[in-house]
């Protein structure tokens, strides 16, 4: 299995709604990763676990709260978002956090907050 | 801060032709480039890797150089096909931030 799965591919919520993104991998990668892209523009990096810690934090709002319950799923929970942070949350992982040797990517979730 | 530039940013072409995007990087301690194709509205699909220490990697209609020294990386692509039509992302990992900082990005478009 050679693959980043995530769920839902698509999302759309309200601005006082909570709901989760979810992906997973079973490659054995012990690094995962939460990347946010608007349209046009190259993803930006969110957040980082190595193996399952938190290791980076861009300073993201904390109306974003990560979460990895184990070594092969990385969530992603959502509440009180705004319209702006509509867009395409994508999920990656690498073999390890220093030396990753490539990055594979899900998907993606297409979220559109109302 | 490593800055990473791809030219150009978009490009048309008929089918059939060969093609050169690039990427430049501001810090050449880098630990390796990857180049990604994205389909509209979709993730990343990596397409080829390289390692600070080699100069290239080949899969199928697709070549990539590295030029550390310099900064740079090239992707080639032979007899270009409509299929190819995508955005095209390079990616540089520094070892010193453990981070992986993108281009700008290709827009690429192969005509009929």
């Known amino acids: 299995d050679t693959e980043v799965t995530q769920t839902p591919k698509h999302l759309v919520m309200g601005m006082t709604n909570k709901k989760s993104l979810k992906c997973e991998q079973h490659?054995?990668?012990?690094?995962m990763y939460w990347y946010k892209q608007k349209a046009k523009k190259p993803p930006e990096l969110m957040f980082v676990?190595?193996?399952?810690?938190?290791?980076i934090n861009e300073s993201v709002p904390s109306r974003f709260s990560p979460e990895c319950p184990n070594s092969s799923l990385l969530n992603l929970h959502l509440h009180a978002l705004q319209p702006e942070d509509s867009a395409l949350y994508l999920c990656?992982?690498?073999?390890?956090?220093?030396?990753?040797?490539?990055?594979?990517f899900g998907s993606g979730t297409r979220l559109t907050v109302v | 801060k490593q800055e990473v530039t791809q030219i150009p940013a978009a490009l048309s072409v008929p089918e059939g032709e060969n093609l050169v995007l690039n990427c430049s990087f501001t810090?050449?301690?880098?630990?390796?480039l990857q180049w990604f194709r994205q389909d509209p509205g979709k993730g990343l699909t990596s397409l080829l890797l390289?390692?600070?220490?080699?100069r290239e990697q080949t899969s199928g209609r697709l070549n990539a150089s590295l030029d550390k020294s310099s900064g740079r990386s090239t992707l080639y692509i032979a007899a270009s096909q409509p299929g190819d039509s995508a955005t095209y992302l390079c990616?540089?990992?520094?070892?010193?931030?453990?981070?992986?900082?993108f281009g700008t990005g290709t827009r690429l478009q192969v005509t009929l």
């Open positions: 990656a992982s690498s073999l390890s956090r220093t030396e990753p040797y490539g990055y594979t």
């Open positions: 490659m054995g990668h012990r690094a």
């Open positions: 676990y190595s193996y399952e810690k938190l290791s």
């Open positions: 810090d050449s301690a880098i630990y390796n």
């Open positions: 390289i390692q600070s220490s080699q």
């Open positions: 990616a540089v990992y520094t070892g010193t931030a453990s981070k992986l900082t």
